[in-house]
């Protein structure tokens, strides 16, 4: 190990929370060490999530579609769907991720100022890091740090979590093949994002989930149609479930459960228990400093500054909501802060998601639970896409808008949509809840005809009608 090296900040982690925030600060012209620690610049967004399982959605929703052509004229000499190529579809993921990262490192390496580094980063004190390569080890000096290592999935304390064939998330994205049958242990964003494309794909699927309902965050009408479309496309669900046990072989299970008091079971080839993620800290050094952190993540201030003075932290590693788009903007804030600019920190009350269910559940803002509960008197305007042009030209008419409106000023503070469609639409939600749209604004603004679009104005202007009568 040579003698120490000091930069300008350090970043630790090459994923959405770290990489964008080490290519601006490293524009500015700031000495950036970037430290991943991974296959390569992407994180779990790029590797084990976002990106694999919508290029596995694709293929499943591109194969529902094909079964489907005669409602669109297509005449095929037989209706069964198309049989599935695993390993193709395995061999586009794996060509899709190497091109983005690739990509990723590239515009990082054609900065003069920035340092990628393939190697485990662990603080050794408040301003020094140990940076562990394969042949080596760097001590590094930093100004400043920002801490972006992620999460992993929960592992759940059942009997039977470590027998051969039950997997978590991220090995479920590696699966060799398509089981026949296939248990999903938890019903949130991930577990009903993979019983559909599964379920598509062919594989019998059943969701365990042990709160109430499925994808509880969710605004809960939307979240009863998709179930109703789960139920109709085979899919078994089971809420208000405890899991008492997991057994079998690699390549028959059982899972026993209890619901309502009465015991259960179900058997599949393959469980993964799909029930959210924690923060990742482990062999961070956090002991180091003062950082602190516990089971919801590492703690943070209003501008992501941990307990540690100059030691930022921003993404998963900071706790809910774990989303790529909103650790992108955490770090983006953190970096402008650090080069004396004022900094726009995102906020939990404007942010935007999409679960790519099918039909797609797009979300922005407040759902009309959480504003009440903050106090609001709020009201809903909705569409029902069965009237819908474009979603009947489309042949998927089946789901709703939702806008969620303060009755005293008319602003808009929650669209949710469930629609194939609905992640495109999410950009003009965030927009109008981020800058305070009102009703009136949202109607009188003119969409294109025909697209899913328009129903933002269809959904305000009907609201209208009715309000002022």
Known sequence: MSGRENVDVLVIGGGPGGTPAALALARAGKRVMLVESGRGLGGTCLFEGCIPSKIFRETAAR?????????????????????????????????????????????????????????????????????????????????????????????L?????????VLDSEQLIEIGFVPDSLALIGGGPIGIEMAQIFAMLGSRVTVLEAQERILTPVDAVLAGRLLERLAADGIAVHTNVGITA???TMDQHTVRFEKEGEANEITADVVAIVAGRHPNVAGLGLEATAVAYDRNGVRVDETLQTDESGIYATGDLVGHPMFAHWATAQGLAVARYLLGHQADYPEPRFNSAVIFSYPELGMAGLTDEAARSEGMDVDVAEYDYREDARAQIGA???????????????????????????ADLMGEAALAIRTGVTLPQLASAIHPHPTLTESFGLAAGAALTSESV
Do not use: C
């Open 63 to 155: 194969r529902r579609e094909i079964s489907r052509a005669g409602d669109f004229g297509l005449r095929m000499a037989s209706r069964e769907a198309p049989e599935v190529d695993w390993a193709a579809v395995q061999a586009r993921r794996h060509k899709i991720l190497s091109a983005r990262a690739q990509g990723a490192l590239m515009r990082a390496q054609a900065m003069p100022t920035l340092e990628v580094v393939f190697g485990h980063a662990r603080l050794t004190g408040p301003r020094e890091a140990l940076v562990e390569l394969s042949d080596t080890q760097r001590r590094v000096g930093f100004s400043h740090a920002i801490l972006a290592t992620g999460s992993v999935p929960n592992r």
């Open 157 to 165: 304390p059942l009997p039977g979590a470590s027998l051969p064939g």
């Open 246 to 248: 997991i057994e079998g």
């Open 396 to 422: 998927g008419a089946s789901g709703l808008l939702r806008i969620v409106y303060r009755r005293n000023d008319l602003r808009v503070v929650g669209i949710h949509a469930l629609v194939e469609g609905a």
